[in-house]
């Protein structure tokens, strides 16, 4: 049989569609469902890349017995949190109060008031490691539901009330200066890993925009420490296990703190940010490693990721069929000596196992390893490397490979959108730039659609039901911004404009706070504001930085305003917890530092178009193609000196003298 999820458009709730249990996609008709019946909802939350949740599903989902039980008792709910991020927020922020950690897949009974009264994330089918089964919770809530109602209504009502006392009210901080960049930089370098590069213990997750703070704290200050700790962290990510080796790509996070074995699941947001990252690397210090990765990172998007319609799809699993047919983790990836023998022969087997740290014990699971690049300390026969990398690459694709996850998030397609254009331009690529350009359309044309409001996700060029949350219009304006500095098409910046003008609109508080939900979208228990930046950019991050630059091409005091309220998180949370704000850092660099406007009357992609979009100036905003046209505010009444191409470069409302040299044009964006 397939249940109620048969119609929709998101992968995860699809892989339940022939589930024996009854399921319900997030709706009114799911909560007037057990008003009628009297019984709890169960809330599911999980996605398609959740090696947890596959097993949950396996162990209790696709279990008969259990399934006729949740269907008698409960109306069970299935949430994609990457289609409805809002609804997975507000019941995470539930969970961790209550338990004190989160996670997915993430398991909570609620009352036909969608209040939460009882959390957990995975259950086992039978009890383990101090947990119960799956089964004894559900006739434990049953119990408490039959006998003690009350008791239950109270607990929920209680949860909901405690939720709604966090209201954020970090609007009235001020702005964040010098102070609080430096503090930010000093707790920074405490929690640095001087000797594995990355911050923190294990499990350990690619710093991004950490990172991307730390190059422009370098560039604006000249910090060595900055540009050091973002150096060697980007050199051990690249060289570990948490980079592939043959393909390129990064995988989700290491579970050790020495980068040695990931989680191997690959996120489309990681790849995106950690393209930009090393492309940035690249532009500040000319590394070659930085610039093979951007370029084998962005490849590795088009290649697995990119879609029939032109966007890009959210993730490759982290599971998929072994040798002997059966569904394991990184079985795609991973390699034993043996099977190096087998396809290179003794003496490159061994020259791979040297090279790429396999060991006869292996790194991994049953003596297999996962590939890395150790030996800094030696020189080594590049062709030979090649050779062996390109002969194991091509038997690798050979094997079963990890299950995608078609639909495409708005807010993701935004950042490789950014990603995309700003390596195609640095690296002369111009395919790359039109596969950026190609993700834009698909936005405009199918996640705005008339209404110029976005849709979260489509799948297929259809989209789905869930309205666009903050993240997705600060990232997409982001992406556009980044696409109209590239290609010198000011289109994309009137489409950061209409993205950004819904955003002050409908998501912005007193105050200068925002939130993650529009005014006019769905009501939930509480609506969700978090301005913390943890896997993406928070939403309140996002729109800062987009909101800024937007602000610095056209001159919008409103633009400005909202940014700088916004910005007062930043001052807030950047000294105390900078691992968290790392986007809203980067942005209040940006602030600090102009940002510069710069104007390139001329051709774009001549080399002083060039030149100014490899100035490090922080958050430096580009306008390029001929005077006198009205796409690009900063392009008016700026002429050519002399027939020959020209730049201007204004900050803080006073602009330098304009320049036709590309050399002192480098000099006055150096930071």
């Known amino acids: ?382 062709d030979r490397a090649a050779d062996v990398r390109a002969r194991l690459l091509a038997t690798r694709e050979e094997r079963a490979r990890p299950g995608r996850d078609d639909k495409v998030v708005a807010a993701w397609n935004g950042l490789a959108i950014a990603a995309l254009a700003e390596t195609g331009a640095y690296f002369d690529r111009p395919d790359l730039i039109e596969r950026a350009t190609e993700a834009a359309d698909l936005l405009v044309r199918v996640h705005m659609g008339d209404v110029a409001r976005l849709a979260r996700t489509s799948k297929d060029g259809r989209t789905g039901d869930n309205a666009g949350v903050l993240e997705d219009y600060g990232d997409v304006a982001e992406g556009f911004l980044a696409l109209a500095a590239v290609t010198g098409e000011g289109v994309w910046l009137e489409f950061a404009g209409f993205l950004l003008d819904i955003v002050l609109q409908h998501f912005t508080g007193e105050g200068g706070q925002l939130y993650d939900t529009a005014d006019d979208a769905e009501q939930l228990i509480r609506r969700p504001q978090d301005p913390t930046d943890s896997a993406t950019p928070a939403g309140w991050t996002a729109a800062a930085g987009a909101l800024l630059s937007y602000a610095a091409h056209t001159g919008s005091e409103a633009h400005r305003t909202a940014a700088e309220g916004a910005l007062g998180v930043v001052k807030a949370l950047g000294p105390r917890v900078p691992r968290f704000i790392g986007w809203g850092l980067a942005v209040a660099e940006a602030l600090l530092d102009g940002p510069r406007e710069v104007a390139v009357t001329g051709p774009v992609g001549g080399e002083l178009h060039r030149t100014a979009l490899l100035g490090r100036a922080p958050g430096a905003v580009v306008a390029a193609g001929a005077t006198g046209g009205t796409e690009f505010p900063l392009l008016v009444d700026r002429p050519m000196v002399d027939g020959a191409p020209t730049a201007y470069v204004c900050r803080h409302f006073v602009c330098d003298a304009p320049t036709t040299d590309a050399q002192e044009l480098a000099r006055r964006l150096g930071g």
């Open 1 to 382: 049989m397939s249940n109620r999820l048969a119609q929709v458009t998101s992968p995860y709730l699809l892989q339940h569609a022939d589930n024996p249990v009854d399921w319900w996609p997030w709706s009114p008709e799911a909560f007037e469902e057990a008003r009628s019946r009297n019984v709890p909802v169960l809330l599911s939350v999980g996605y398609a890349s959740c090696h947890w949740c596959h097993v949950m599903a396996h162990e209790s989902f696709e279990d008969e017995e259990v399934a006729a039980y949740l269907n008698a008792h409960f109306v069970p709910v299935k949430v994609d949190r990457e289609e409805r991020p809002d609804v997975d927020a507000v019941y995470m922020e539930a969970v961790q109060a209550a338990t004190g950690q989160g996670g997915w897949p993430m398991t909570v009974f609620l009352t036909a008031d969608a209040e939460p009264f009882y959390f957990g994330t995975y259950f086992p089918p039978e009890p383990r490691h101090g947990m119960p089964s799956f089964r004894q919770v559900l006739e434990g809530v049953v119990s408490a539901w039959t006998d003690r109602l009350d008791e239950v209504t109270e607990v929920a009502g209680r949860i909901v009330r405690d939720l709604a006392g966090r209201s954020l009210a970090h609007g009235g901080e001020g702005l964040p200066g010098e102070p609080e960049l430096a503090q930010a930089l000093l707790a920074l370098s405490r929690e640095y890993d001087e000797k594995h590069g990355g911050f923190g213990g294990a499990p350990k997750f690619p710093p991004s925009m950490t990172i991307e703070f730390l190059l422009r704290h370098h560039a604006r200050t000249g910090a060595e420490g900055a540009l050091q700790m973002a150096a060697d962290t980007c050199e051990a990510m690249a060289r570990g296990g948490m980079y592939d080796q043959l393909a390129g790509g990064f995988a989700r996070y290491s579970v050790d703190r020495e980068w040695v074995v990931p989680h191997f699941e690959k996120m489309l947001y990681d790849n995106a940010l950690l393209c930009r990252v090393y492309a940035h690397l690249w532009r500040a210090t000319g590394s070659e490693l930085a610039r093979r990765v951007a370029l084998e990172t962005a490849d590795f998007m088009v290649r697995e990721l990119r879609t029939a319609e032109g966007g890009f799809a959210s993730a490759l699993d982290a599971d998929s069929e072994d040798s002997g047919g059966k569904h394991v983790e990184g079985a795609f990836y991973v390699w034993t000596p043996a099977q190096l023998r087998e396809v290179l022969g003794e003496e490159d087997a061994a020259f791979a196992s040297e090279y790429f740290g396999v060991t006869e014990e292996g790194t991994f699971e049953e003596g297999a390893s996962v590939l890395q690049l150790p030996r800094t300390d030696v020189a080594v026969d590049a």
